[in-house]
């Protein structure tokens, strides 16, 4: 059996891997022009000039707008309180209120297939877990597309071949990658995944033929 992580509604593309310093390619944040504030009916997400390419994909379209907050558990975060409004957002590019106060993390999907297309920090707490949601999807990312025939893991090289420079071989189960890597190990039974975030937390996935050790379960039971 493998561990099968929260699994997006997107395509992602490896060579576009940025670990802990981007999001996932389509999902898109502050780096894009995308910002929250505080408005006087809740937080507002901003769209910038630089963001007109993002808002071309929700404009005019039915949208689910969230905020949530995050409940810290054993060494990472989960997500408490949420609460989203179903709304079209405006044609031209425009703020959206999301009448929300009081979160950690607000988002802005698609209605149709819940896509994700926003996520925002607004609290440290909340850049925290939005930071070690997406270092968790990452570590399980070669695994998503192997036959479910077997259980058994694939070599190292095979996984860096795939990664295209976005993973490194690990020297050891307990191995620490460098930032912004994913690093591999395999004895052929046993896998670990491990990656740091912004902060330089190591997380990991460790699974053997009948255990699995690791510290994102959170995460990965997030239904995203």
Not at 118 to 130: D, E, K, Q, S
Request: proline share 6%; hydrophobic share 45%; charged share 20%.
């Amino acid at each position: 059996m493998r561990l099968r992580p929260l699994l997006f509604v997107l395509v992602l593309s490896l060579a576009l891997l940025g670990v802990a310093q981007s999001a996932p390619a389509q999902v898109v944040g502050e780096k894009q022009g995308v910002t929250v504030v505080r408005g006087s009916h809740g937080y507002v997400i901003r769209f910038s000039k630089r963001a007109a390419k993002v808002y071309r994909r929700i404009a005019g379209r039915r949208v689910i707008v969230g905020c949530g907050t995050v409940v810290p558990t054993n060494g990472g975060f989960s997500v408490g309180d949420d609460m989203s409004t179903l709304l079209r957002a405006p044609r031209k590019r425009h703020s959206i209120s999301t009448l929300r106060e009081g979160s950690d993390f607000c988002t802005i999907r698609l209605r149709a297939a819940r896509e994700l297309v926003v996520i925002l920090p607004v609290t440290a707490n909340g850049r925290t877990f939005i930071d070690e949601l997406f270092t968790a999807f990452y570590l399980d990312l070669p695994f998503l597309s192997l036959d479910d025939s077997t259980d058994a893991p694939p070599s190292v090289a095979l996984v860096l071949e795939r990664g295209r420079g976005a993973y490194v071989a690990l020297d050891g189960p307990d191995g620490t990658p460098p930032a912004g890597k994913v690093g591999y190990w395999t004895d052929g039974v046993r896998w670990v995944t491990a990656a740091l975030t912004t902060a330089g937390r190591r997380l990991f996935i460790d699974q053997g033929p009948e255990v699995i050790t690791t510290n994102v379960l959170p995460y990965l039971l997030n239904d995203w």
